[in-house]
């Protein structure tokens, strides 16, 4: 009976060790600014000043992050000249912060309340479907408007999107078609600049919708991006 005993044991071992680094890879999410870098990483390669920037945290506190969570393998980076640059080891990443999403929705009161109260608010109509947006825009119905930084936007969007940053919105309406409807999308399910651009638009009259997530889950789903040739980071 020991015997048998001490043979599950051993057993048993490799899946304790593996488990032990699957758990190690769900702590290198477990911090708000993590969360805030991988939001950002997920728009493309950034360096940590741009992180650092983007996120209001410091270099020193921003590097710290990025670097624990490389250890984990979560991200990939490289040193160029002076600059380090990040990005995403893969789209699982997108996935699991999905996930994360997903159940937070499904099971935190906090969550449901933050959603209902700002997000559903400002945009309480069904989103569109990235299958819905690739077969209107084949067909030219809809304006594909990128809410975000130009910076951003170079790194990669959906193809033939227009973009016009949100702080700019206000002096570039004349560039959009009030006759035709607008499906905006942003750096994610939870970016605000996309919820905030619908109800500013809508309030002017414009038919707008919001696609179903961002950027990031758009290329994770495999559909074509475009980028431009020359990429501020």
């Known amino acids: 009976m020991m015997r048998e005993l001490l043979s599950e044991r051993v057993i048993e071992k490799p899946k304790s060790v593996i488990f032990g680094q699957f758990a190690l890879i769900a702590k290198a999410f477990a911090h708000p600014l993590r969360l805030q870098l991988l939001e950002q990483l997920a728009q493309g390669e950034r360096t940590v000043e741009t992180l650092a920037d983007r996120t ?18 979560l991200l990939g980076s ?67 408007l990128d809410v975000r930084p130009a910076d951003e936007f170079a790194l990669g969007h959906v193809p033939g999107a227009l973009n016009i940053p949100f702080r700019d919105l206000e002096a570039r309406l004349a560039e959009l078609d009030p ?11 939870y970016c605000v600049l996309s919820f905030e651009a619908v109800a500013a638009l809508r309030a002017r009259g414009f038919n707008i919708r919001r696609l179903e997530d961002g950027y990031p889950e758009w290329r994770a789903a495999g559909l074509p991006v475009e980028t431009t040739s020359e990429v501020a980071r």
């Open 179 to 189: 006759k035709q409807e607008i499906v905006a999308y942003c750096r994610g399910p």
């Open 56 to 73: 209001g945290a410091s270099i020193a506190n921003a590097s710290q992050h990025l670097r624990q969570m490389r250890a984990a393998g």
């Open 78 to 144: 490289r040193r160029e000249a002076k600059f380090v640059y990040y990005r995403l080891a893969s789209d699982v990443v997108i996935e699991i912060l999905s996930g994360l999403r997903r159940i937070g929705e499904g099971q935190l009161a906090e969550v449901d309340r933050v959603v209902n109260g700002y997000f559903n608010r400002r945009d309480s109509l069904e989103p569109v479907t990235r299958a819905e947006l690739v077969n209107r825009a084949k067909s030219d119905l809809v304006t594909v």
